[in-house]
T-cell receptor, first 117, second 114 residues
């Protein structure tokens, strides 16, 4: 069964500094990997995905993520953090058919990002 | 608004009552997913539906919970005889036929059981 680990409950960073939110995964087969962000009392907003191709994926709001197959990681990064980036971030994995029946996402527990001015 | 629409946003029920949560997928999407977010936890998959079919219900509790996505109208997640442990945020997501595309989420229904 697939699983996702986000080892940090919370990440604190100063505005203007680079940020990294970590994610590792465990799946059978080739994973589809996603990052979502959640603001208070809202649903999840899609940031970026890795399906195949370039290991460095660029997404919304200046975020990017690097897929590392040997380390089974998909860390989220941004070169310069903004206070408005403060939110809850989720990493998710999906194994595409025919390896896994259905299209469900398996989420990590989430990481709270706090950016201080 | 062409996004995923969920209603109500907040629902309060007393123990033993029924809760009905509705989800209208994004225009053009025919796949609907329900997830539950318990306090201080991530999202857990519950069920995946296409029109008139339940494709994967491996995350649904065995009793009291049911879901449907009829030919016409929204998808419904129904919880019978609610208990305090059902208090959570329930999120609906939708996607199109292309499995490479991400799921898009609604703003959720926050269910509180008194």
């Amino acid at each position: 069964a697939q699983s996702v680990a986000q080892p940090e409950d919370q990440v604190n960073v100063a505005e203007g500094n680079p940020l990294t939110v970590k994610c590792t995964y465990s799946v059978s087969g080739n994973p589809y990997l996603f990052w979502y962000v959640q603001y208070p009392n809202r649903g999840l907003q899609f940031l970026l995905k890795y399906i195949t191709g370039d290991n460095l994926v660029k997404g919304s709001y200046g975020f990017e993520a690097e897929f590392n197959k040997s380390q089974t990681s998909f860390h989220l990064k941004k070169p310069s953090a903004l206070v408005s980036d403060s939110a809850l971030y989720f990493c998710a994995v999906r194994v595409p058919p025919p390896m896994e029946y259905g299209n469900k996402l398996v989420f990590g527990a989430g990481t709270i990002l706090r950016v201080k001015s | 608004n062409a996004g995923v629409m969920q209603n109500p946003r907040h629902l309060v029920r007393r123990r033993g009552q029924e809760a009905r949560l509705r989800c209208s997928p994004m225009k053009g999407h025919s796949h609907v997913y329900w997830y539950r977010q318990l306090p201080e936890e991530g999202l857990k998959f519950m069920v995946y539906l296409q029109k008139e079919n339940i494709i994967d219900e491996s995350g649904m509790p065995k009793e009291r919970f049911s879901a449907e996505f009829p030919k016409e109208g929204p998808s419904i997640l129904r919880i019978q005889q609610v208990v305090r442990g059902d208090s959570a945020a329930y999120f609906c997501a939708s996607s199109g036929l292309d499995s490479n595309q991400p799921q898009h989420f609604g703003d959720g229904t926050r269910l509180s059981i008194l």
